[in-house]
């Protein structure tokens, strides 16, 4: 199992796949994507309405049901996408809505990432997962270092050949 992470800024080269056409990879069923359930003008919401074909409503409400949950949600078999629950989310663009106190513990986390290895493992089993914890409010480097840890707990079955996600914002 291989941990690819990609460099961010325009200091990166074109061959980092730093612009990576995720509704075509998740239409033709070559990945697995993971992050947040932030909807809005997110990469995911974009994942979630075009690749899975939900509209704003259906992809606002399986977002919700995420955060409500605090549980990790996937849309297989419409798309092979997981969803993390946010601690906070906008559904509606002027509103903000709270589902949990603060960040998720590394523990909640990591139990999570857990959830969505297992998701690929029996349901999904794509060799390819990428994490994209990008732009959404939360602290990219808390959840790259849960992954980490989620990959070192999980047993070699449950997890794919290659995990790609990007170094965090600094």
């Known amino acids: 199992?291989?941990?690819?992470?990609?460099k961010r800024?325009?200091?990166?080269?074109?061959?980092?796949?730093?612009?990576?056409d995720f509704v075509s990879l998740l239409k033709a069923r070559d990945i697995h994507y993971v992050s947040l359930?932030?909807?809005?003008?997110?990469?995911v919401s974009a994942c979630v309405e075009f690749a899975g074909g939900f509209d704003v409503r259906r992809r606002n409400d399986f977002?919700?049901?995420?955060?409500?949950?605090?549980?990790?949600?996937?849309?297989?078999p419409q798309a092979n996408i997981s969803l993390l629950p946010s601690p906070t989310a906008s559904y509606g663009g002027m509103d903000h809505n709270v589902h949990h106190d603060g960040e998720y513990t590394e523990a909640e986390v990591v139990a999570q990432i857990l959830d969505a290895f297992k998701a690929n493992s029996q349901y999904i089993k794509s060799r390819t997962m990428?994490?994209?914890f990008r732009n959404l409010g939360v602290r990219e480097s808390h959840y790259l270092a849960c992954l980490k840890t989620a990959m070192n707990q999980a047993r070699p079955e449950e997890?794919?050949?290659?995990?790609?996600?990007?170094?965090?914002?600094?």
Request: glycine letters at 6%; charged letters at 30%.
């Open 63 to 76: 977002m919700l049901r995420v955060n409500h949950a605090k549980e990790t949600g996937t849309l297989y």
């Open 37 to 43: 359930a932030v909807p809005g003008l997110t990469v």
């Open 130 to 132: 990428y994490f994209d």
């Open 9 to 20: 800024g325009k200091d990166v080269d074109e061959d980092m796949a730093t612009d990576i």
């Open 159 to 170: 997890l794919p050949t290659e995990v790609i996600s990007w170094e965090a914002r600094k």
């Open 1 to 6: 199992m291989k941990l690819t992470v990609l």
